[in-house]
């Protein structure tokens, strides 16, 4: 239990509310030097190499709080100069400003050096104030108070800014610096108490997902009957198979394999709320696919000629993050480019090719091509093999699958249920604190 002061006052500020009276009230900028890379132009070629001068950090190479060195790109020593302000030095605070803005991480452990791109500010304190320590501003900022002034203040509509000018206005709080260690040392320990439990957690959500494919893999690749006499299907990622069962090609299987296309985004008449339905990659979550996040008109269909897809039909994800993920229609509707959609077959119930190819996801991927943004074509699933049974074993096995399924689901829900109990545990803690 945490003590409460013996008096508190009015901060002035909406979002703080009530602190202790003896604390006192700045902005930012008269503690703090805030900056970040000014009149980027992206990196030349002869700009980066592996093994270079130093690194250059951006938002996505923030894990928790602290920089993932290993994934930064890495720069020449003419770049790393370009301004002394924004090279970087253990203790420096970085907050990203634009797109996924407030973003936090600690600078340490720092191998060689480093420098920012454009979408971060770099905070170190003003030298002859000294009136912070790193480590509670670290927590500030990581407490529901910056949100709160993201929320107030951030300018953008599709990609948010945090500018410079507006930071730098921030409120801060400041106790007497004894007490500044005292609540950054119990944070760091409570905190990483929590953080520990989270990860905990999240490798018993891990598990489960083991398992769940486990139990799939096996049901449609063996079947259900352990006494079923095997033979080698002369596939690799399928293997043995019951004697009786066929290996095919997804064209095989199939009467309709297709896919979409995406409306231009400035032909404002092709998107409405209430349309027909436009299936993205990103609506795609390895199950039934009930709604879309995005729907365009009856006009837009006819104008570029869309194919309707029925219920029923599964669709895989050929393209970037989301590669090989399906999903099972409920709905009827058209779809992106990225979406591979199969449909009507008379030898392949839809729930087990459904299955079947969250089975097949790891094999999949690996005919895939390109390098960041790496792809799988429409032909390459297309003559992609599926292990085929009898319709009635295929009944037998989707009714054994969705029984086990449901269960590790459910699992799966309580444990994130936990998750996020304790991460609104660890939010609240550190505000409070």
Same mark, same amino acid.
């Given at each position: 239990?945490?003590?409460?002061?013996?008096?508190?006052?009015?901060?002035? *500020?909406?979002? &703080? +509310?009530?602190?202790?009276? %003896?604390?006192?009230?700045?902005?930012?900028?008269?503690?703090?030097?805030?900056?970040?890379?000014?009149?980027?132009?992206?990196?030349? @070629?002869? /700009?980066?190499?592996?093994?270079?001068?130093?690194?250059?950090?951006?938002?996505?190479?923030?894990?928790?709080?602290?920089? /993932?060195?290993?994934?930064?790109?890495?720069?020449?020593?003419?770049?790393?100069?370009?301004?002394?302000?924004?090279?970087?030095?253990?203790?420096?605070?970085?907050?990203?400003?634009?797109?996924?803005?407030?973003?936090?991480?600690?600078?340490?452990?720092?191998?060689?050096?480093?420098?920012?791109?454009?979408?971060?500010?770099?905070?170190?304190?003003?030298?002859?104030?000294?009136?912070?320590?790193?480590?509670?501003?670290?927590?500030?900022?990581?407490?529901?108070?910056?949100?709160?002034?993201?929320?107030?203040?951030?300018?953008?509509?599709?990609?948010?800014?945090?500018?410079?000018?507006?930071?730098?206005?921030?409120?801060?709080?400041?106790?007497?610096?004894?007490?500044?260690?005292?609540?950054?040392?119990?944070?760091?320990?409570?905190?990483?108490?929590?953080?520990?439990? &989270?990860?905990?957690?999240?490798?018993?959500?891990?598990?489960?997902?083991?398992?769940?494919?486990?139990?799939?893999?096996?049901?449609?690749?063996? +079947?259900?009957?352990?006494?079923?006499?095997?033979?080698?299907?002369?596939?690799?990622?399928?293997?043995?198979?019951?004697? %009786?069962?066929?290996?095919?090609? *997804?064209?095989?299987?199939?009467?309709?394999? !297709? $896919?979409?296309?995406?409306?231009?985004?400035?032909?404002?008449?092709?998107?409405?709320?209430?349309?027909?339905?436009?299936?993205?990659?990103?609506?795609?979550?390895?199950?039934? &696919?009930?709604?879309?996040?995005?729907?365009?008109?009856?006009?837009?269909?006819?104008?570029?000629?869309?194919?309707?897809?029925?219920? !029923?039909?599964?669709?895989?994800?050929?393209?970037?993050?989301? &590669?090989?993920?399906?999903?099972?229609?409920?709905?009827?509707?058209?779809?992106?480019?990225?979406?591979?959609?199969?449909?009507? @077959?008379?030898?392949?119930?839809?729930?087990?090719?459904?299955?079947?190819?969250?089975?097949?996801?790891?094999?999949?991927?690996?005919?895939?091509?390109?390098?960041?943004?790496?792809?799988? $074509?429409?032909?390459?699933?297309?003559?992609?093999?599926?292990?085929?049974?009898?319709?009635? /074993?295929?009944?037998?096995?989707? /009714?054994?699958?969705? $029984?086990?399924?449901?269960?590790?689901? @459910?699992?799966? $829900?309580?444990?994130?249920?936990?998750?996020?109990?304790?991460?609104?545990?660890?939010?609240?803690?550190?505000?409070?604190?």
């Amino acid at each position: 239990m945490m003590r409460k002061y013996e008096k508190y006052k009015d901060s002035g *500020v909406e979002w &703080i +509310g009530e602190v202790p009276e %003896h604390w006192n009230k700045c902005r930012l900028k008269f503690n703090c030097c805030l900056k970040g890379r000014i009149g980027w132009n992206g990196l030349r @070629s002869d /700009e980066f190499e592996t093994d270079s001068y130093a690194y250059l950090v951006t938002g996505q190479d923030f894990k928790s709080s602290d920089i /993932e060195w290993s994934k930064c790109y890495q720069i020449n020593k003419n770049r790393y100069e370009e301004d002394p302000f924004i090279q970087l030095k253990n203790g420096d605070l970085l907050i990203t400003k634009d797109g996924t803005i407030g973003k936090i991480a600690k600078v340490s452990n720092m191998d060689k050096s480093a420098c920012l791109n454009s979408g971060i500010f770099v905070m170190k304190q003003k030298s002859k104030k000294n009136e912070f320590t790193q480590g509670f501003l670290y927590w500030l900022l990581c407490s529901d108070l910056f949100k709160a002034f993201n929320q107030y203040t951030t300018t953008g509509t599709t990609i948010l800014h945090l500018y410079q000018n507006v930071f730098e206005n921030m409120p801060l709080l400041i106790p007497s610096l004894p007490e500044q260690q005292s609540i950054a040392s119990y944070l760091d320990s409570k905190v990483g108490e929590i953080d520990n439990m &989270i990860e905990k957690t999240e490798k018993k959500i891990e598990l489960y997902e083991e398992l769940k494919k486990s139990i799939i893999t096996h049901a449609v690749t063996k +079947g259900l009957n352990p006494n079923a006499k095997m033979k080698d299907s002369g596939v690799e990622w399928i293997g043995e198979v019951p004697e %009786h069962w066929e290996a095919m090609k *997804v064209t095989w299987i199939y009467q309709l394999i !297709g $896919s979409g296309t995406t409306p231009k985004t400035d032909k404002e008449y092709y998107y409405c709320e209430n349309g027909e339905y436009w299936l993205q990659t990103g609506d795609l979550n390895d199950g039934i &696919i009930r709604n879309t996040s995005k729907q365009i008109t009856k006009e837009c269909v006819k104008e570029l000629n869309f194919k309707i897809y029925p219920k !029923g039909s599964l669709v895989v994800a050929m393209y970037g993050a989301t &590669i090989g993920k399906v999903g099972l229609l409920n709905i009827e509707t058209t779809t992106n480019q990225a979406c591979c959609v199969l449909a009507k @077959s008379s030898i392949m119930l839809s729930k087990f090719s459904y299955f079947v190819f969250i089975a097949a996801k790891q094999s999949l991927i690996l005919k895939s091509s390109g390098g960041g943004q790496p792809n799988i $074509s429409q032909d390459k699933i297309r003559n992609h093999y599926l292990p085929v049974p009898s319709i009635d /074993e295929q009944c037998n096995i989707v /009714e054994y699958l969705d $029984s086990k399924t449901s269960t590790i689901d @459910s699992q799966i $829900s309580i444990t994130h249920k936990r998750i996020d109990l304790l991460k609104e545990l660890k939010s609240s803690l550190i505000t409070n604190v």
